[in-house]
């Protein structure tokens, strides 16, 4: 894992520049790093009781609202650069791909 965090983690400069003399603003120059756009990241999801106000669903209910409400996902920050934008697939067993559980 080290070797594929030292080469293969995309790492870019950022820098704010300050209006008046177009230099580098003081405490401005930041890294960030991105992982690249063929990454794929596997996990588990689990769900509990809606907490919200008049909204009753079990559990199962919201991780299947979760899981059926948006096949793409923005996470993070810098949206506006197109960053964390992600595909998300569910790999459910039969019974929880036609809504039974």
């Keep these: 894992m080290a070797f594929l965090w030292e080469t293969a983690t995309q790492v870019d400069a950022r820098v704010r520049l300050d209006e008046g003399t177009k230099t580098v603003a003081a405490g401005a120059l930041w890294l960030e790093e991105s992982l690249p756009p063929e990454s794929l ?25 979760a899981l059926h409400a948006e096949e793409l996902l923005q996470l993070g920050g810098k949206a506006t650069t197109g960053r ?15 809504g039974i559980a």
């Design 41 to 65: 990241l596997i996990g588990l999801l689990a769900a509990d009781r809606s907490r919200r106000r008049q909204v009753d669903m079990s559990p199962s209910e919201v991780l299947g609202f």
């Design 84 to 98: 964390g934008r992600c595909r998300m697939v569910p790999i459910l067993n039969e019974e929880q791909a036609h």
